[in-house]
C-alpha cells in the first residue's frame, strides 16, 4: 500500500497483485520470483510503481517445458563399426593359404566344380588330377577356419552374446571343434563303411563331401572381409555368408546320399540310416542349444 501526501485527502494505491494477474495454478512453481512482466503492467498503468520486494507469487506456464523449450541434443557422429584387427590377420592369412594352395595344384577349378554334381567329371578328376582327400584337406581346413570366423561374427553381433574368454581364443576354439568334429565323423563314416564292407561307396561320399569343402573354401574367405570391414553391408555380408554355409550343407548331404543310394552294394536302407544319424543329429543338437 502506498500513500500520496501531495493532496488535501490522502489517496490510497493498492500496488498488490491482483489475483486475476497472477499465473495459473495448474503447473508447478518455481522457487526464483520474476516479475518483469507485471512491472511492465504496472509502469504502463494508473498504479504506482510496484515495489520488487512485494510478496508475489509466480507460478511457471504449463507449456514452459514443451519441446522448444528443450535443449537440444549434442550432435553425435555417425556409428561405424569396424572389425578388430586380429581378424584381418587370420583373414589375409587364409587368402594367403588359398592362393599358395590352387597355384601349386594347378588344375581345372571350372572341373572342380562341376563335379560336384557329375560322377563322371568327379571321377575323371580325382585320376587326371590326382585329387584326393587328403589333398584337399588344406582346402577344407580353410573352410572350417572361414565358417568359425562367421559363426564368431554371428554370436557376438546378432546374438550379441558375453563372452567369457576373449574373440580370438574363441575363435580358436570353434576352429578347433569344428576340425575335431570333421575328424571325428569321417572315422566314424570309413568304419560304417569297413562293417558293411561297401568301401567305395563311402569313398565317393567323402570326396564329395571334400569337394563341397574346397568350393567353400574359395568363396568364403573374400567374403570375410566385407562382413567384418565393410560397415553398415557388413550385415548383407553376413547373411549372404550364413547362407552359403547351408546352402553348402544341405546340397552336400543331398549329394551324398544320392551317391551312396546309387553306388552302395550293400544295405543302402541301413548305410542311408546311419549317415543320416551321423550328419543331421549333431546339427540338430547344435541348433537346440543355440536355441535356448
Not at 20 to 47: E, G, K, M, W
Not at 133 to 146: D, H, K, V
Not at 279 to 289: F, H, N, S
Request: aromatic share 10%; glycine share 4%.
Amino acid at each position: 500500500m502506498t500513500q500520496d501526501t501531495n493532496i488535501a485527502h490522502p489517496v490510497i494505491y493498492d500496488t498488490a497483485v491482483p489475483t486475476l494477474l497472477l499465473r495459473p495454478t495448474d503447473s508447478i512453481a518455481t522457487q526464483h520470483v520474476d516479475a518483469d512482466d507485471y512491472l511492465l503492467l504496472c509502469n504502463d498503468s494508473v498504479f504506482a510503481p510496484y515495489a520488487a520486494d512485494s510478496a508475489t507469487v509466480y507460478r511457471e506456464s504449463m507449456f514452459a517445458a514443451n519441446g522448444l523449450a528443450s535443449q537440444p541434443k549434442e550432435p553425435s557422429l555417425r556409428d561405424v563399426s569396424h572389425g578388430p584387427d586380429w581378424m584381418f590377420l587370420v583373414i589375409v592369412a587364409l587368402l594367403t593359404l588359398m592362393s599358395l594352395f590352387l597355384n601349386r595344384i594347378r588344375f581345372n577349378i571350372k572341373d572342380i566344380l562341376v563335379s560336384l554334381f557329375n560322377l563322371r567329371i568327379q571321377s575323371r578328376v580325382e585320376r587326371e588330377n590326382n585329387v584326393k582327400i587328403t589333398s584337399m584337406l588344406p582346402m577344407t581346413g580353410i573352410y572350417l577356419a572361414s565358417v568359425a570366423a562367421v559363426a564368431t561374427r554371428v554370436a557376438t553381433s546378432r546374438l550379441s552374446l558375453h563372452l567369457t574368454v576373449p574373440q580370438p581364443l574363441f575363435y580358436a576354439i570353434v576352429v578347433a571343434s569344428l576340425v575335431l568334429f570333421i575328424l571325428m565323423k569321417g572315422g566314424l563314416i570309413r568304419l560304417i563303411g569297413n562293417i558293411f564292407d561297401d568301401r567305395g561307396s563311402v569313398q565317393l561320399y567323402l570326396t564329395s563331401g571334400h569337394l563341397f569343402y574346397f568350393a567353400g573354401g574359395m568363396l568364403l574367405p573374400p567374403l570375410l572381409l566385407f562382413v567384418y570391414f565393410a560397415g553398415a553391408g557388413g550385415e548383407a555380408a553376413l547373411i549372404i555368408s550364413a547362407a552359403l554355409i547351408a546352402i553348402i550343407l544341405i546340397t552336400r548331404l543331398i549329394r551324398g546320399l544320392q551317391l551312396i543310394l546309387t553306388n552302395s552294394r550293400s544295405s543302402k536302407l541301413y548305410l542311408f540310416y546311419y549317415l543320416c544319424i551321423l550328419e543331421i543329429v549333431p546339427i540338430l543338437a547344435m541348433v537346440k542349444i543355440l536355441t535356448t
